[in-house]
């Protein structure tokens, strides 16, 4: 079957750094993404990983490792903005993104 | 820029009332979504479209129908609507061949928050 796991909430305080993980199990692989989704929302696009690395883009990077079905998200110099729910969704042999119910990120001052 | 509409952001139906949400895109994409979203469930597929006339049923695709009559609006129907189809309704699309899908995978509309009461 096709699964993802990732925490439901996280805490983290203004200008730390925060690493999101998350493990999937899909049939086939064609990448994954990472969108942020503020309360009421709708998801917009963070990033795409398809090769095994970190991507680094401003303050956001993503990490993937096929072999392991592991991905993060990592945020540093985290802002007030950034309290939003994160998903992690690969996209399987069909083209299709997989969702997980993400997590749930609350950034304190 | 690239778009896709919902026609409504906020909706309150009566039970047993015929409710139709519409969704259009102006990015020429192949594939078109239905979702809902519930706290704590994350996105839940109801049906998805992969070409005009065509349909396929998603993880949850009871109480709902939907309809593509053209390659840029895809229509989801709640045929008589029930106080446990009250959620965040997302419509998404996206392009089929990787090197275009790599870009922003799905782009979603905004949002339709339906209330059946």
């Known amino acids: 079957g096709q699964n993802i796991d990732q925490p439901t909430e996280m805490t983290a305080t203004e200008g730390a750094i925060v690493q999101i993980n998350c493990t999937y199990q899909?049939?086939?692989?064609?990448?994954l993404f990472w969108y942020q989704q503020h309360a009421g929302e709708a998801p917009t696009f963070l990033s795409y990983n398809v090769l095994d690395g970190l991507e680094e883009k401003g303050r956001f990077s993503s990490f993937l490792s096929r072999s392991k079905g592991y991905s993060y998200l990592l945020l540093k110099e985290l802002q007030m903005k950034d309290s939003a729910s994160y998903l992690c969704?690969?996209?399987?042999?069909?083209?299709?993104?997989?969702w997980g119910a993400g997590t749930k990120l609350i950034i304190k001052p | 820029d690239v778009k896709v509409t919902q026609s409504s952001r906020y909706l309150v139906k009566r039970t047993g009332e015929k409710v139709f949400l519409e969704c259009v895109q102006d990015m020429d994409h192949e594939n078109m979504f239905w979702y809902r979203q519930d706290p704590g469930l994350g996105l839940r597929l109801i049906y998805f479209?992969?070409?005009?006339?065509?349909?396929e049923k998603g993880d949850i695709p009871e109480g709902y129908s939907v309809s593509r009559e053209k390659k840029e609006r895809f229509s989801l129907i709640l045929e008589s609507a029930s106080t446990n189809q009250t959620s965040m309704y997302l419509c998404?699309?996206?392009?089929?061949?990787?090197?275009?899908?790599?870009?922003?995978?799905?782009?979603f509309g905004s949002g339709t928050r339906l209330t059946v009461v």
């Open positions: 479209s992969y070409d005009v006339k065509m349909k």
């Open positions: 969704a690969p996209m399987d042999s069909n083209y299709q993104l997989i």
């Open positions: 899909t049939s086939g692989f064609n990448g």
């Open positions: 998404a699309s996206s392009q089929y061949t990787p090197d275009r899908v790599s870009n922003y995978g799905y782009t």
